[in-house]
């Protein structure tokens, strides 16, 4: 598989998901991401407008990113090395606001209707990007978990196929605030 032809289905599926973060929903989770036959599984944890994944590795290995919305930061952590590379997170901002008010400015949604997710009660939208970029995605849906004003899952579909993203094994519980920090033994990294 060609993992450079995910990027934009897997980014743009990323957007949607971590752009309607809860409303101080605190809960942990495991998320797949489906794509060319191929699945890629993590291990989430969000509070409020922090968000953390942990992802095995082909061959071995954790990637940890930690995503800071109301700083607008991402850290990507590489925990063999104990370092760490920070970004600029413009795109990616977790709040309490809604999905519909949040993605005003990149698509148009329009509701598809309502269904029930892993237990959820989900309002379906459908994303129409107004990027002329992110219109490689022929069509893009989620389903966003009123309770926890989060999409819990996302289907996109565009010329290099079809990207899956689904939030599974949910649970709602306080979230240990040291997930989201940078260990002080890390040194920083850039290029």
Same mark, same amino acid.
């Given at each position: ?21 809860? &409303?101080?929903?605190? &809960? ?12 890629? #599984? ?6 409020? /407008?922090?968000?953390r994944h942990?992802?095995? *590795? ?7 990113? *930690?995503?800071d ?8 952590l590489?925990?063999?090395? @104990? ?7 413009d ?6 606001? +809604? *999905? ?10 329009? @509701?598809?209707? #309502?269904? #029930? ?6 309002? @379906? ?24 004003? &989060?999409?819990?899952?996302?289907? /996109? ?8 993203? #689904? ?10 605030? /040291? ?5 002080? +033994?890390?040194? @920083? &990294? /850039?290029?």
């Amino acid at each position: 598989m060609n993992w450079k032809r995910l990027v934009l289905p897997v980014a743009v599926l990323s957007i949607l998901i971590f752009s309607g973060s809860a &409303f101080a929903a605190e &809960f942990k989770a495991d998320m797949a991401v489906e794509t060319g036959g191929e699945t890629i #599984t993590s291990k989430v944890y969000v509070s409020g /407008s922090l968000m953390r994944h942990e992802t095995k *590795i082909p061959g071995g290995g954790v990637n940890i990113s *930690i995503f800071d919305g109301a700083r607008g930061v991402m850290y990507v952590l590489m925990p063999e090395e @104990k370092m760490f590379m920070e970004f600029p997170n413009d795109q990616i901002v977790l709040g309490d606001e +809604d *999905i519909e008010k949040k993605l005003s400015g990149e698509a148009d949604l329009k @509701k598809l209707g #309502t269904e #029930t997710i892993d237990g959820y009660q989900c309002d @379906k939208y459908e994303v129409i990007y107004k990027d002329p970029d992110m219109r490689d995605m022929d069509s893009s849906v989620v389903w966003v978990a009123r309770k926890l004003n &989060f999409p819990i899952k996302g289907v /996109s579909e565009g010329k290099d196929g079809t990207v899956i993203v #689904t939030y599974k094994n949910i649970e709602e519980e306080a979230i240990d605030r /040291s997930l989201f920090e940078i260990p002080k +033994d890390y040194n @920083k &990294f /850039s290029f």
